[in-house]
Nanobody, 123 residues
Framework: VQLQASGGGLVQAGGSLRLSCAAS????????MGWFRQAPGKEREFVAA????????HYTDSVKGRFTISRDNAKNMVYLQMNSLKPEDTAVYYC?????????????????WGQGTLVTVSS
């Protein structure tokens, strides 16, 4: 599976961005998908995950109520809608393909990773 993330850019605090992740083959292959991010000088961290059916999602506490993960298995796409962005959301965002059908926050549960897309939020 090859993953291509896009949609990053520069946005002012309070603004919105929508990240997209295109998979090279069917994402509806019973695998959950996730988004992670890595801020400058920090370790990569979990952001959000969605089950293969799209019926279960979970988020890291810092983005709950602001970010929404979704997927369109017919289009092999996963999305991350980010609203009310804050400067601390600045990071390279990575989409990832899980080994399992359920969502997880553990990086070790994800076998395939995209190249990342940079999100910069100015204050």
């Amino acid at each position: 599976v090859q993953l291509q993330a896009s949609g990053g850019g520069l946005v002012q605090a309070g603004g919105s961005l929508r990240l997209s992740c295109a998979a090279s083959r069917r994402t509806s292959s019973n695998n959950a998908m996730g988004w992670f991010r890595q801020a400058p000088g920090k370790e990569r961290e979990f952001v959000a995950a969605i089950s293969w059916r799209g019926d279960r999602t979970h988020y890291t506490d810092s983005v709950k109520g602001r970010f929404t993960i979704s997927r369109d298995n017919a289009k092999n796409m996963v999305y991350l809608q980010m609203n009310s962005l804050k400067p601390e959301d600045t990071a390279v965002y990575y989409c990832a393909h899980s080994r399992f059908s359920y969502g997880s926050s553990r990086q070790a549960d994800f076998a395939y990773w995209g190249q990342g897309t940079l999100v910069t939020v100015s204050s």
